[in-house]
């Protein structure tokens, strides 16, 4: 209405002063309207500001058998109360039968528009210049700071309200990491912690993991409340029938949150998996899964991928990807692109051979820069010499462990200060 009412105030000020018939046509919901310009007095109009005083449109507007018009500029514009007469009849048969009423509109003058605008500028500063580290004057206006739940991304909101945050909390949770995937935090924010929380908890202790360690276990799975408590106790039912010590047992589901979110059958097929492809023993299965349970759930794929490499690309054997995958089985849980190229640099620079890598499998595991630059600074004092049959040997272990000191003084046998400065020249 407001910006009909400023079409209408422009059509006025850009008209001419000539005499024109007064129409009102009113269609399914479209209406003009052509003022009568000969009886507007053009010198009181633009006597004082346009906008003083002055009302565009008429109290009311009926428009089926009757036109009324209020006063325009102190003048009586038109009064008629005609049902027959043609010139008054603002609409064919047609048209009423597809019009639409109007409905009148109560107008503002603009000292009421003033007067609502400076109570809203007097609130606005108030609430600007109220120090918001004074108590409230009503301990009730308290509640009314913080948000309503609603979904969020945010689990800080929820803290103060949720006593099953306040728990995960309690137990060392890091609620940033929920945050971070998608669909935990309406998830969590559902469930009760006497109902749905604190027996699984219980379960988790009595399997053996640590009370300090439950903070890190549930943060990395927060999907085990959604599995069956009945599901879990067959889980670890499975894990001592396959002759794991509980020594075992509490090792693998403390290093691995997710290994009870597998079913028994599909940790079945994956320990059989490595049974057959790696030529392993019923012991050397358990050994491994004790050893590095992450192995045993990581994706396939990647595990076949890195065992391609070991034996096509590296050239190992198979009894020596073996004795590589039991002595460092995190060899297979590293990047595939990386563990070549390091490979490559061990193999082609430093000399190492396959049965040395197998001795010291460590080294493939060791960062590029700490081996580029220790093997450069050994080649530069002509200690690289890692073939234990030759005099001045240095263990490739030497090269892929300890700190630059050690390093310096007991591998290179020079000063801490002389490996720095050569660092400075790479």
């Known amino acids: 209405m407001n910006s009909l009412r400023s079409k209408i105030l422009s059509s006025v000020f850009s008209a001419r002063l000539t005499p024109s018939p007064l129409t009102l046509d009113v269609r399914r919901g479209y209406f003009t309207c052509l003022w009568h310009n000969s009886v ?3 010198k009181e109009y633009f006597h004082n500001t346009p906008f003083k005083k002055i009302t565009l449109f008429p109290p ?24 027959s007469s043609n010139a008054c009849d603002l609409m064919t048969h047609k048209q009423k039968h597809d019009s639409v009423t109007l409905v009148e509109e109560p107008e503002l003058s603009l000292s009421e528009l003033s007067d609502d605008w400076t109570t809203e500028m007097k609130w606005i500063t108030s609430q600007e210049s109220r120090d918001v580290l004074l108590p409230p004057k009503d301990s009730s206006d308290i509640d009314v700071l913080s948000p309503e739940l609603r979904p969020s991304f945010n689990l800080a909101a929820y803290v103060n309200r949720s006593h099953t945050l306040q728990e995960m909390v309690k137990l060392g949770v890091d609620l940033s990491k929920w945050e971070k995937r998608r ?49 879990l106790k067959a889980r670890l039912d499975y894990l001592q029938t396959m002759k794991f010590t509980p020594d075992q047992i509490t090792r693998i589901i403390s290093k691995n949150p997710y290994w009870l979110l597998f ?13 057959r492809n790696f030529d392993l023993s019923g012991a050397e299965v358990r050994l491994l899964a004790a050893k590095q349970p992450r192995l045993i759930t990581l994706n396939l794929y990647d595990i076949k991928r890195t065992s391609f490499a070991v034996l096509e690309e590296m050239g190992f054997k198979e009894a020596e990807m073996k004795s590589l995958l039991l002595t460092k089985p995190k060899i297979w849980m590293a990047h595939g692109v990386s563990l070549l190229r ?26 590029d820069f700490r081996l580029k630059q220790r093997h450069s600074y050994l080649k530069l004092l002509g200690r690289n010499q890692y073939n234990p049959l030759k005099s001045n040997y240095v263990s490739p272990l030497a090269i892929a462990t300890g700190n630059d000191a050690d390093f310096s003084l007991n591998v290179a ?4 200060q002389d490996f720095n400065n050569f660092l400075k020249t790479m």
């Open 40 to 42: 507007l007095n053009e």
């Open 60 to 83: 009311s507007i009926y428009h089926k058998s009757e036109c009324k018009y209020s006063e325009y500029t102190k003048s009586e514009i038109i009064s008629k109360n005609t049902k």
């Open 183 to 231: 669909g935990i935090c309406p998830f969590i924010l559902r469930l009760d912690f006497e109902k749905d929380m604190k027996q699984h908890i219980l379960f988790l202790h009595d399997v053996g993991v640590p009370a300090d360690d439950l903070g890190r276990w549930l943060t990395i799975n927060p999907l085990i409340f959604k599995e069956n408590l009945d599901n």
């Open 263 to 275: 079913s028994c059958v599909r940790i079945d097929n994956r320990l059989g998996y490595f049974q």
């Open 342 to 367: 390091r490979f490559d640099f061990i193999h082609s620079e430093m000399g190492l051979t396959h049965a040395q890598l197998v001795q010291f499998p460590q080294i493939l595991l060791s960062r």
């Open 413 to 416: 046998k020079t000063s801490v």
